[in-house]
C-alpha cells in the first residue's frame, strides 16, 4: 500500500505564495506519476498538475499556468507544489494523488484559502 501524506496549507493573502508537501511512504516502487488535484465548494474536482516519477515531464490546468510549479524529489519519495500569485479562486482543499495507470493514490488533502 502506499500512503500519501500532504503539509503546507494555509491562509493567505491574495499575491502571495505556499509550497504544498507530498510525502509518499510504502510500497511506492511501481508509481508512474504522482500530482495535484483541487476541489473547491461547490465545485467538480480538477487536476491542477502531474509530474511523471521518472522522466519528470509536467502538465498543468490552464487556470494555474504560469503561476504554480510541481517537481519532484525522488530520494525523498517527495512532491511538492509551488504555488505563486495565489488569487481568491485558488482556495480549495489540495489533494495529492499517485499511480501506476490511474490516481489509485489520494491524501487526506491539505485547506488552502487565498482571502484579504
Known amino acids: 500500500q502506499v500512503q500519501l501524506v500532504e503539509s503546507g496549507g494555509g491562509l493567505v493573502q491574495p499575491g502571495e505564495s505556499l509550497r504544498l508537501s507530498c510525502a509518499a511512504t510504502?510500497?511506492?516502487?511501481?508509481?508512474?506519476?504522482m500530482g495535484w488535484y483541487r476541489q473547491a465548494p461547490g465545485k467538480q474536482r480538477e487536476l491542477v498538475a502531474r509530474i511523471t516519477a521518472l522522466g519528470g515531464t509536467t502538465n498543468y490546468a490552464d487556470s494555474v499556468k504560469g503561476r504554480f510549479t510541481i517537481s519532484r524529489d525522488n530520494a525523498r519519495s517527495t512532491v511538492y507544489l509551488q504555488m505563486n500569485s495565489l488569487k481568491p479562486e485558488d482556495t480549495a482543499v489540495y489533494y495529492c494523488v499517485a499511480g501506476r495507470f490511474g490516481w489509485d493514490h489520494w491524501g487526506q488533502g491539505t485547506q488552502v484559502i487565498v482571502s484579504s
Open positions: 510504502g510500497i511506492i516502487f511501481n508509481i508512474n506519476a
